[in-house]
């Protein structure tokens, strides 16, 4: 949707005073009201005590008032798909930015299932030059092998030269042993993670949803936990084995949590992520409404999976909150549920809902949650992101947590609007993000 009125151009390093808010920062431990100073696009300092008066802000020049609101560091998602090049239609880099910045986001890496796929230094080249005018920073992430078919390994040093944070051949898997195995020794000689989309292909060839009591009475081909499993336990063998970073993509499962938990244990070198749709959808919901946003890979399944996602956010087994935003074309997502594409937006919702899942209903204090998608992901894809020590790049998220509300369909501005969380209770609005001193989105305007 446009409201191009809301968003402004990334132009050089601004300077700005984000006075009055909580300021909630997990890495360095602050959640305190205090007023963030930037300068030239750097966060400058953080004052607290009372520097500027209420009327000094609300006359201020260069003075954002956060009173009342949340003030974090810009939020960072691992794990997009912003569709260029190739399906332009549905998402281009600048668009997805509009999501992402939307959302609180600041920083969005971006999968390589593209058309051509992100599988050479051109096409890494191509998305640095496509972000140039993105609201946002995003960065690359490069295919494990060409063209993702799964057997040639892509050049992954000059890749990683290039600018890509970490390979993957997400939306698919890497179907044998013997190229994981050799892509994750690669991949370790150059720092790179390697993120790993989880699914034995023979066990979920056909499936639509998760396969279970639910698929059966509905009648749907179901994907079976274990083909998530299977892989999960596979990509942790192989990382310790080499020595490599595993990044275990969208975790649904609890084998899944327990197999990455006891990984942790022994000390192998792999962490993971979960998405909002996965800790707090279920397949239940399907044959509810046969919506097929609600079709994703992989699948939403079952309570007792989700309370042990939400169990490996708690524990830190699993590292971080993605979205997994994947847009697809409304005449595409029109087909009948075993037709349609897997996928879902999640940008815009990332937020809210996991305010209202988490913290809401206290299984997360906002703190943790913050930490979850902010300093947790950059660290785990080394960026230099996700909080607000001095002389930090000054990206900032501006949220108020109060408000209860649902979103809206068709008012998203996602270039697609493929949200199954219409008409859900949500919890939280985000106000203005803040990327390098420059407010590039802001809801009052
Ligand atoms: O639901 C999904 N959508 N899962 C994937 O692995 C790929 C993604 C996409 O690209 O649409
Ligand atoms: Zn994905």
């Avoid at 402004?8 to 300021?23: F, H, Y």
């Avoid at 913050?370 to 960026?383: G, K, W």
């Avoid at 609007?417 to 993000?433: E, L, M």
Wanted: glycine share 8%.
């Amino acid at each position: 949707m446009a409201a191009p009125d809301l968003f402004r151009r990334r132009r050089g390093k601004g300077s700005l005073t984000i006075a009055g808010g909580r300021v909630i920062d997990p890495q360095n431990g602050i959640d305190k009201k205090a007023d963030v100073v930037i300068e030239n696009g750097r966060v400058a300092r953080l004052e607290s005590g009372k520097r500027l008066t209420d009327k000094q802000i609300e006359a201020g020049r260069g003075v954002l008032d956060a009173r009342g609101r949340v003030v974090c560091p810009g939020l960072v998602d691992l794990h997009v798909h912003f569709r260029e090049p190739g399906r332009e239609d549905e998402e281009t880099v600048v668009t997805g930015s509009m999501a992402a910045v939307a959302g609180g986001f600041t920083t969005a890496c971006c999968m390589p299932n593209t058309e051509p796929a992100i599988d050479r230094q051109e096409v890494v080249q191509f998305i640095y030059y496509q972000a140039e005018q993105a609201y946002c920073h995003v960065y690359p992430i490069a295919a494990i092998t060409m063209e993702r078919k799964g057997d040639l390994l892509t050049e992954i040093g000059e890749l990683k030269d290039r600018g890509a944070v970490a390979i993957s051949d997400d939306g698919s898997p890497v179907p044998t042993a013997a190229v994981m195995r050799r892509a994750l020794m690669y991949a370790k000689q150059f720092d790179l993670p390697v993120a790993s989309h989880c699914e034995d292909p023979t066990l979920a060839a056909g499936g639509a949803m998760h396969e279970g009591y639910v698929s059966t009475r509905a009648g749907i081909m179901g994907i079976p936990a274990l083909a998530e499993e299977l892989m999960v336990a596979r990509e942790i063998e192989l990382a310790g084995e080499t020595g490599g970073h595993a990044h275990i993509c969208h975790v649904s499962t609890a084998r899944s949590v327990s197999l990455i938990r006891d990984g942790k244990r022994r000390k192998v070198h792999v962490t993971a992520e979960a998405t909002p749709h996965h800790f707090s959808l279920t397949d239940e919901l399907i044959p509810e409404r046969f919506d097929t946003n609600l079709k994703v890979n992989p699948p939403l399944r079952t309570r007792a999976d989700v309370r042990a996602v939400i169990r490996g956010l708690q524990d830190g087994t699993i590292d971080c909150i993605v979205t997994d935003h994947a847009p697809h074309a409304p005449e595409e997502k029109e087909l009948e549920f075993d037709h349609a594409p897997f996928g879902l937006i999640g940008l815009e919702t990332a937020l809210p809902v996991a305010i209202a899942e988490l913290v809401t209903t206290g299984k997360l204090t906002l703190p943790a949650l913050i930490e979850l998608m902010t300093s947790r992901p950059a660290r785990v894809f080394a960026l230099d992101a996700g909080h607000l020590s001095p002389g930090a790049v000054a990206d900032v998220c501006v949220f108020d947590p109060e408000p209860v509300y649902e979103f809206e369909p068709g008012r998203f501005f996602s270039r697609s609007q493929n949200s199954p969380f219409c008409g859900r209770a949500v919890q939280g609005r985000i106000c203005q993000t803040v990327v390098e001193g420059v407010v590039v989105f802001d809801r009052q305007r």
